[in-house]
């Protein structure tokens, strides 16, 4: 039996949308050999901006973030790439905080920007 693709979940506030195509599009040859997890507004910008395979979830702010903390706790995601706009104002605060939480209770690597997703997904990561 063939070892099943590893999956990341990639999450990005409005204002860090272009971070996140941006990274996805630099990192794509990488991207395409995992399975790719999104909620639903960065899903479709990563489909249609990079031709990237996404499996989309709900929006954040309707639980995607949710969505893909459960999927954390589940042990079915790798990693969590979520580019975070600290300057936001964003009213699903909560289950932004409990993605963040699960994922550190988890021990999951989690990205909060470009930086740091690009150090994970590289070959020289410590």
Same mark, same amino acid.
């Given at each position: 039996?063939?070892? *099943?693709?590893?999956?990341?979940?990639?999450?990005?506030? %409005?204002?860090?949308? +272009?971070?996140? =195509? &941006?990274?996805?599009?630099?990192?794509?040859?990488?991207?395409?050999?995992?399975?790719?997890?999104?909620?639903?507004?960065?899903?479709?910008?990563?489909?249609?901006?990079?031709?990237?395979?996404? *499996?989309?979830?709900?929006?954040?702010?309707?639980?995607? %973030?949710?969505?893909? +903390?459960?999927? =954390? &706790?589940?042990?079915?995601?790798?990693?969590?790439?979520?580019?975070?706009?600290?300057?936001?104002?964003?009213?699903?605060?909560?289950?932004?905080?409990?993605?963040?939480?699960?994922?550190?209770?988890?021990?999951?690597?989690?990205?909060?920007?470009?930086?740091?997703?690009?150090?994970?997904?590289?070959?020289?990561?410590?």
């Amino acid at each position: 039996m063939a070892d *099943q693709p590893k999956t990341l979940a990639l999450i990005a506030h %409005d204002g860090k949308k +272009a971070d996140m =195509v &941006a990274f996805a599009l630099a990192h794509k040859p990488v991207l395409q050999r995992y399975e790719l997890v999104a909620t639903r507004t960065t899903g479709q910008l990563l489909r249609e901006k990079c031709g990237l395979e996404v *499996q989309q979830m709900l929006s954040g702010p309707m639980g995607g %973030d949710a969505q893909i +903390a459960a999927k =954390v &706790a589940e042990g079915e995601i790798e990693a969590v790439f979520f580019f975070v706009d600290p300057l936001g104002k964003h009213p699903h605060d909560p289950d932004i905080q409990s993605l963040l939480r699960i994922c550190n209770v988890h021990n999951v690597p989690l990205a909060t920007n470009a930086a740091t997703a690009s150090f994970i997904i590289s070959p020289r990561a410590l």
